[in-house]
T-cell receptor
Framework: RKEVEQDPGPFNVPEGATVAFNCTYS??????FFWYRQDCRKEPKLLMS???SGNEDGRFTAQLNRASQYISLLIRDSKLSDSATYLC????????????FGRGTSLIVHP | EAQVTQNPRYLITVTGKKLTVTCSQN?????MSWYRQDPGLGLRQIYY???????DKGDVPEGYKVSRKEKRNFPLILESPSPNQTSLYFC??????????????FGAGSRLTVL
């Protein structure tokens, strides 16, 4: 079983829609969680960190469920510019440091 | 501007011809790492370094070497490239590895083709 799993999609949604992605992780000792955004052939960029209490940044909401070992990303009022691949990243803190990336979920927002 | 700079951005080479991809960051970050990204496989870590003169293997280190002689630089060396090393490579850095400091900043990527 892969350590971090994401549905690759693509998720095809119209502008203005609400869309949610989940990411499951296998290591219960994971400490840090992030969502990165990657545009085609470009570098990943941090979208938001995911905190235990959940956090919101404008149209984006991230949540962590430690009991079920998944994180989620909710995008409200989707824009054309939200079209990208969204990468889930899970870290163990301390010791060897190898952030584990999910394979990404592709989002396509159409007019 | 705070950034991670990789060079070259694009390279076509032949099997066995040694090459180096440079990576430099101007943020005084302790942690630096290299990833390769292949279709369907996502980002996989090759090597990482938690400080000067400290390097460790990631998930896919075979065929690669790195060095960290200075804090700002972390070159990736392919001593004898092979076609299966054709990939998109990213260098990344972060302030540290503890929570709150482990957000990665990536370079723009280096697309390598080995014929």
């Amino acid at each position: 079983r892969k350590e971090v799993e994401q549905d690759p999609g693509p998720f095809n949604v119209p502008e203005g829609a609400t869309v949610a992605f989940n990411c499951t992780y296998s290591n219960s000792a994971s400490q840090s969680f992030f969502w990165y955004r990657q545009d085609c052939r470009k570098e990943p960029k941090l979208l938001m960190s995911v905190y235990s209490s959940g956090n919101e940044d404008g149209r984006f909401t991230a949540q962590l469920n430690r009991a079920s070992q998944y994180i989620s990303l909710l995008i409200r009022d989707s824009k054309l510019s939200d079209s990208a691949t969204y990468l889930c990243v899970v870290n163990l803190s301390g010791g060897s440091y190898i952030p584990t990336f999910g394979r990404g979920t592709s989002l396509i927002v159409h007019p | 501007e705070a950034q991670v700079t990789q060079n070259p951005r694009y390279l076509i080479t032949v099997t066995g011809k040694k090459l180096t991809v440079t990576c430099s960051q101007n943020m005084n970050h302790e942690y630096m790492s290299w990833y390769r990204q292949d279709p369907g496989l996502g980002l996989r870590q090759i090597y990482y370094s938690m400080n000067v003169e400290v390097t460790d293997k990631g998930d896919v280190p075979e065929g690669y070497k790195v060095s960290r002689k200075e804090k700002r630089n972390f070159p990736l060396i392919l001593e004898s490239p092979s076609p299966n090393q054709t990939s998109l490579y990213f260098c990344a850095s972060s302030k540290g590895i503890w929570s709150g400091a482990n957000v990665l900043t990536f370079g723009a990527g280096s697309r390598l083709t080995v014929l």
